[in-house]
């Protein structure tokens, strides 16, 4: 029985490991909630959102508050994105979002500026000032563009 | 030429023969999980054997990967100015490809083969038949249990590789010189938790669904000589192998993982 | 041979056995007597070892009837024939102890399956069992280390731990030294006497069969041959007498394949 329990130790053990490894995988690096009805939602009409997809991802000065929720084509033919952030940011109604594009991936997602107002976005409520999806050529030509003095230099 | 179609056709129907086979003895082992005693003790005693015993391999194989990976990454992205992206290379090729693909590859090499050699051994030595005697379902007690603890324990060993992989990289790049800060939140911004974690844990699932039942049913049907065992068990690391790279083939085409 | 009455002990009936195209033996019958040791001898091959997985139910006839404590297993469903089976104990060739498991866990295992027993009676129980095998202090080996003599005799205390009616051995003496061959060949006796056990032995080993059995079996190709030890003894068939009179202390394995009792149907 004592070898029985050094093994339900050992599997314990490694039961918690790996547990730890997921949630370490789940919760820090693929920034699951748990509960995701505590989410705070809000809107933004783009004219072009390039390549966004569902579930890029929302940041606020670089760090990731949310994700896309879903896409669609407003009344007025301009992209209507859902995005839901973490419920307890305070978003000044006068705040920007706009679309970026993430390293040399190209990744779409979008960024919030904060605005400066007293007032804050209710879920549900829309973001008003938005920035449309950047030219991916200027990206890629500026990409170019330095590569090819790398060459030179080497 | 007559022969080589009747050699064609035999072999289909042998292949649809073993298909049937498996899907029965698949139904069997379902049964056998929900049928009373639950084989707890049996399944702790498997976790322990399929997964413990695997970890020295899974985290010395994950760091060497994750290591590779960080090596190779920050050569090509470097020729690009990129190195900041080195963390979201090596985090995405580890969580949505090579994390299940190599542990499901690495197990089915060390515990795959060994639950062949086993459930195999003990037909060739008549302890399945002497469970039969004692009227113990030899599904129920050997098999069932080794081939659920496959299934559980296949996503936790790929979690582990995945972490140890990740932290190869990490040590890997912040010796070049990369910003560790950087190869971590670029982890953190480009990994998502639906497209990449779970789609990898189901990969993982599946992956223990493969080994585990072809594993269990190449060792129950080998034949009862060490001969037959040694052949059970190349079989099942040839097959599953094989399987576990084209599902995974499919598991990407079909939902994008 | 076919007019075997249904509700006998322990019968073959016209049993016509085969593996894939081999056939093993055809309309195959025989009975073994209530409460007294029957022993089948045979050449290789002949299917002596398949007539008791047959009664085991291990594996399934093409045709013919097979009648365990008068009721037929040729047509049951698998649950009905664990239900069977609980009659019946059976000693294999190796033991067929469960390697991972200790000697007390082979034999609790048993117990611990299909009765209600306490974890104090299990115990007692099974040093009971090993005791009456002559076996004390090796409850926590495991079963590779153990002669093999004392792994037939722990399979054997396995076998008989729930109290079967039917106890069927395959090969008991194999394997084995003279003094454990003894040894096992009292256990069985003793066995048979005190619980009034069926025994069916399978076995090569001319000497002690001869010794034991209240009822003989020789499988011969066109069918089974049965008597008493005595009554073989005289038989006039040449094949009995050869088989019979082999040089006793040589494995009668290594004689007969070549002389007298080819396998059957090959």
């Known amino acids: 029985m004592d070898s029985n329990r050094n093994r339900d130790i050992a599997v314990g053990l490694f039961v918690l490991a790996s547990l730890a490894a997921i949630g370490y995988l789940a919760l820090q690096l693929g920034g699951a909630r748990l509960g995701s009805d505590e989410d705070l939602t809000v809107f933004a009409r783009f004219d072009e959102i390039g390549g966004l997809k569902v579930r890029a991802p929302v940041v606020i000065a670089g760090v990731r508050v949310g994700q896309v929720d879903q896409i669609v084509l407003a009344d007025d033919y301009r992209a209507k994105v859902r995005m839901a952030v973490a419920n307890d940011l305070e978003l000044p109604i006068d705040s920007s979002a706009s679309i970026v594009t993430s390293g040399v991936l190209g990744d779409r997602y979008i960024s919030i500026q904060l605005g400066g107002e007293e007032q804050y976005l209710e879920d549900g409520e829309e973001i008003e000032f938005v920035e449309s999806a950047v030219v991916l050529e200027r990206l890629i030509g500026q990409l170019i563009h330095n590569t090819n003095i790398e060459d030179e230099e080497d | ?257 | 041979m076919s007019e075997t009455a249904p509700a006998q002990h322990l019968c073959l009936d016209s049993v016509t056995m085969a593996f894939g195209r081999r056939t093993v033996f055809e309309r195959l019958s025989c009975c073994f007597p209530k409460g007294e040791i029957s022993v089948l001898l045979g050449g290789s091959g002949s299917g002596k070892s398949t007539i008791l997985r047959l009664i085991g139910g291990l594996v399934h006839p093409i045709d013919g009837r097979i009648l365990v404590d008068g009721e037929d297993i040729t047509k049951l469903a698998n649950r009905d024939l664990a239900k069977v089976r609980h009659k019946i104990g059976m000693l294999f060739q190796g033991g067929a102890l469960l390697d991972s498991l200790t000697v007390f866990e082979n034999l609790a295992l048993p117990l611990r399956e299909h009765t209600d027993l306490d974890d104090g009676a299990i115990h007692r129980e099974v040093d009971d069992r090993l005791a009456s095998v002559g076996l004390h202090d090796i409850d926590d080996l495991l079963p590779n280390q153990l002669s093999g003599g004392m792994r037939k005799r722990v399979a054997l205390a396995r076998a008989i731990i729930r109290k079967p009616l039917i106890l069927l051995c395959d090969e008991p003496f194999s394997g084995l030294d003279p003094i454990s061959t003894r040894q096992v060949e009292d256990l069985l006796v003793d066995i048979n006497r005190r619980r009034g056990i069926t025994i069916v032995v399978v076995s090569h080993h001319v000497a002690s069969t001869m010794r034991m059995a209240e009822q003989v079996s020789i499988v011969l190709p066109e069918g089974i041959r049965t008597g008493t030890p005595e009554e073989m003894e005289r038989h006039e068939d040449p094949r009995i007498q050869a088989f019979l009179t082999a040089d006793q202390d040589r494995p009668a394995g290594s004689l007969e394949e070549v002389e007298v009792l080819p396998g059957l149907g090959s």
Not at chain 2, 34 to 63: K, N, Q, T
Not at chain 2, 175 to 201: C, M, N
Request: glycine share 12%.
């Open chain 2, 1 to 257: 030429m007559t022969d080589a179609i009747a050699l064609i056709g035999s072999r289909a129907v042998q292949f649809v023969h073993e298909v049937g086979a498996v899907a029965t003895f698949s139904g069997h082992i379902l049964a056998c999980l929900l049928r009373r005693p639950a084989r707890i003790r049996r399944y702790l005693d498997e976790v322990f054997g399929l997964g413990v015993l695997s970890l020295i391999i899974i985290c010395i194989s994950g760091i060497a990967v994750g290591a590779v990976l960080g090596l190779q990454g920050y050569n090509t992205l470097e020729r690009f100015g990129a190195t900041d992206s080195l963390g979201t290379v090596v985090g995405l090729s580890l969580i949505r490809e090579l994390g299940p693909v190599l542990t499901a590859l690495l197990t089915t090499g060390r515990a795959g083969s060994a639950t062949t050699a086993e459930i195999g051994t003990m037909s060739a030595t008549e302890q399945l038949d002497g469970l039969r005697m004692m009227s113990i379902d030899p599904v129920h007690y050997v098999v069932a249990p080794k081939a659920l603890a496959m299934v559980t324990v296949m996503p936790l060993l790929s979690a582990l590789f995945i972490v140890c992989g990740i932290a190869g990289g990490y040590l890997v790049g912040v010796y070049w010189g990369i910003d560790p800060g950087s190869y971590l939140t670029g982890l953190e911004t480009s990994v998502d938790f639906r497209e990449d974690v779970l789609g990898s844990f189901i990969k993982a699932v599946v992956f223990g669904i493969l080994v585990g039942l072809i594993s269990t049913y190449r060792g129950f049907t080998a034949t009862p000589t060490s001969e037959g065992v040694s052949i059970a068990t190349t079989t099942t690391v040839v097959e599953a192998s094989v399987c576990i790279l084209v599902f995974d083939y499919f598991i990407t085409a079909l939902w994008g993982v």
